[in-house]
Each structure stands twice: as C-alpha cells, then as structure tokens.
C-alpha cells in the first residue's frame, strides 16, 4: 500500500482573459510507506507546484485535477481545507530547498517548533519546549537548547532546513 498516490495531477493557474497556463501535466507517482522518493527535474518543470498541490498550497487562482491520495483513500483534492489544515504538520509536511521562505523572521526557532507539537499534540508549553529541545538535538542541531532562543537568521541554511524537518 502506498502511503502516497498520485494519479495524473494536472495543475495550471487562471491568467488574464481566461487563459490557464499549465504547470503540470498529468504526473503521477507513488511513495511507499517508509520509502523515499526524490522528485527531480530542470527549473521550472513542475516540482514544486506538484508539491505544494498535496496540501493544497497554492494560490486561488490554481486549478487542480487528477488524484492525491493519503494512505490508500483519502483524495486531499477533494479534502475540505479545515481537514487538510488538521493534516499540515502533524501527518504530512513539505520542506522547501528555501526554509527561509517557511521560518518567520520575527519569531524564535523555539516559538515556531512549539507551536505545531502545542496545536496538534496538545502539549503544554513546557512540555513541548522539551521535545522541540530533543528534536534539535535529533537533527544533528549542536546546543540544542540554546538554539531554542536562536532566530532563524543567526543559523546556517543547513541548521534551517534541519528545523523545518524537525517541525
């Protein structure tokens, strides 16, 4: 069983005057439980828009089709978006080449991986401090516990997408 099936997605996006401009074309794959797989291709082939269209995390003026299925049934095309946002973190998550473009300047490294373990979890602030210290230190994040007051700015590109990946 696959833990994730896609069938011929096709996503374009609605310009002006009716236009759509296809962005992906009818790609499908499976990823097996506790398997890997790597999705590669030139610039602007269709990674990311594939990838962000699992959790629905295009803009509006997307249009999808085709089949996303999570765990042998679930179409999230099909998924109503309070149910996806349940998903977001807690079951499945993407982390982008950039995570700068997913870590919040403003906010501590500590703040942003409480905030998933509190909301799906439902960890006590404490609590989840603890384990967001353990998850650093799973990541290979030196100092764990002093990165927790760290900003997203004062670590390396590698230290940020170990955090993503420990969110």
């Not at 828009?49 to 996303?68: F, I, W």
């Amino acid at each position: 069983m696959s833990l994730l099936s896609i069938q011929d997605l096709k996503v374009g996006f609605r310009m002006g005057g009716g236009v759509v401009a296809e962005a992906v074309k009818g790609v499908s794959f499976d990823i097996p439980a506790n398997g890997t797989v790597a999705l590669v291709g030139e610039s602007g082939s269709g990674k990311s828009v594939t990838a962000m269209s699992v959790l629905n995390l295009l803009p509006e003026n997307a249009l999808r089709s085709g089949r996303v299925l999570w765990e042998g049934g679930r179409d999230l095309l099909r998924t109503p978006m309070s149910e996806l946002q349940a998903l977001r973190g807690k079951e499945i998550a993407c982390v982008f080449q950039d995570p700068m473009s997913s870590l919040n300047p403003v906010f501590d490294v500590g703040r942003q991986l409480c905030e998933p373990l509190m909301k799906h979890l439902g960890l006590s602030r404490g609590a989840a401090l603890k384990r967001a210290e353990e998850l650093l230190g799973e990541v290979g994040i030196p100092e764990p516990k002093r990165r927790l007051a760290s900003y997203p700015h004062e670590m390396s590109g590698g230290q940020q997408q170990r955090v993503m990946i420990a969110m």
